[in-house]
Each structure stands twice: as C-alpha cells, then as structure tokens.
C-alpha cells in the first residue's frame, strides 16, 4: 500500500535550465562552467557545495580562481541560481491535493545557495510556504551524500520515517530511479516533457 511519495525537485516540481547557469557564469568571465555544470549533477566546487563537502564561503573562495577579480559573492549565487526557473502553479496546486491522501516529501540534490533563496521563495508565491506543500525534505548538502548513492535514500527513510515498499519516489534522473528500485522503493522516471500528476494517475494515485 503506497502511503508516501518522494520527489526529486528540479526537473519534477521545478523547472530548471542548465544552460541558462552556464550562460550566466559565461558572463561573468568563467571560461569553463560547461566542466562544472552537469544536467543530473555538478562537479568541482559546484559538486563539493552540493554534497556538503564545503560551506558557502569555501565555495565562493574556490570559484574565485575561475572569474575575474571584480565578481562578488552576490554575482555568483545569482549565476548559480539561474539553474531555477520556477515552479509552476498547476504543480504546487497538485502537491496539495496529493498531501490529502498522502504524506508527501522532496529528496534533492540541492545546495545551501538555492535551498535558501530561490527554492525557498518559490515556495511563497501563493501566500504559504514549502510546508504548505510537502510533509518534509532530505537534502544532499545536509546528508553530505548525494543520489544515486544508496545512503541518501538510506538517510531518507530515517529522518522521514517512510519505508520504500511504502512509497513511490519520482526523479527526472533514470539513474537516481533505478538506485532507488534497488533498494525497493517503486519509482516513476519523470521524463523531460512529461508530467508528474499524468504519470501518477497510471498508478492509480
């Protein structure tokens, strides 16, 4: 009996653009972001701030090598965030009505930067907050671990109190699906394109 669902953020509930940040750090006077910036997940300081790695601070100091001398720390969280474009309504709308029948969750590969600011405020534009719309979350930069790695679904269960044959995780990442399978949870790859409230219906919920 599916009592849980599990949702990965950007991709499913929010809609993101890789190369909008790419374009942003381009501007800034990065020559390389494309090396850093991945569509499923980051690497260099980008991937040590999103797996808890590094704080904030150590993430700005370890960029300034990259960019001009001129860039501040403001500059950089806001290319950053450009990976985020929003959540549309219709979605936060859906959350809702799921959360009448089912305790509903995030997991994310996220970092501190956007988790904080622009997740965040998402989350505001119909008058509530992110607890409006979902039971609780599990992060990667607070669990120092990221998906597809067993423990950040291991750390899911725990802090939530969820079991995976209890629920059904959705995430835009075939990887991130078929880890989580592994470990028995039911999973429904949210495809580009696709949505998740069409997809759930094929199960019934």
Same mark, same amino acid.
Not at 43 to 46: A, D, L, V
Not at 75 to 78: F, G
């Given at each position: 009996?599916?009592?849980n669902?599990l949702?990965?953020?950007?991709?499913?509930?929010m809609?993101?653009d890789r190369n909008h940040?790419v374009e942003?750090f381009? +501007?800034?006077?990065m020559?390389?972001p494309d090396? #850093?910036l991945g @569509?499923?997940?980051q690497?260099? *300081? #980008?991937g040590?701030l999103e797996s808890? +790695?590094?704080?904030?601070?150590? #993430?700005h100091?370890?960029? /300034? *090598?990259?960019l001009?001398?001129?860039v501040?720390?403001e500059?950089?969280?806001?290319a950053f965030?450009?990976?985020l !474009?929003?959540i549309p @309504?219709s979605r936060?709308?859906?959350l +809702?009505? !799921? /959360?009448?029948?089912y305790k509903?969750y995030i997991?994310?590969?996220?970092n501190?930067?956007?988790?904080?600011?622009r997740i965040?405020t998402?989350?505001?534009?119909q008058?509530g907050?992110?607890s409006?719309?979902?039971?609780?979350?599990?992060t990667?930069?607070e669990?120092?671990?990221m +998906?597809?790695d067993d423990?950040? #679904?291991?750390?899911?269960?725990?802090?939530?109190?969820?079991? *995976? @044959? @209890?629920?059904?995780?959705?995430?835009?990442s075939?990887?991130n699906?078929q880890a989580?399978?592994?470990l028995?949870f039911?999973?429904?790859?949210?495809a580009?394109?696709?949505e998740?409230?069409?997809l !759930?219906?094929?199960?019934?919920?």
């Open positions: 009996m599916i009592k669902l949702f990965d953020l950007g991709g499913v509930i809609d993101i940040c942003a381009k +501007k800034l006077g020559k390389n090396s #850093f @569509e499923y997940s690497t260099g *300081p #980008f040590d808890g +790695k590094i704080t904030v601070d150590e #993430f100091n370890a960029l /300034r *090598p990259f001009p001398a001129s501040t720390d500059q950089m969280d806001a965030s450009d990976f !474009l929003g @309504e936060l709308n859906a +809702k009505e !799921l /959360r009448k029948k509903v997991l994310s590969n996220t501190p930067i956007m988790w904080h600011n965040a998402e989350f505001t534009k008058g907050d992110i409006t719309y979902i039971d609780g979350a599990v990667s930069f669990e120092k671990t +998906k597809p423990g950040i #679904f291991i750390a899911a269960c725990k802090k939530l109190n969820i079991k *995976p @044959e @209890e629920t059904v995780f959705l995430d835009d075939l990887a699906t989580a399978a592994a028995g039911d999973t429904i790859h949210v580009p394109g696709t998740f409230t069409d !759930l219906k094929t199960k019934g919920i």
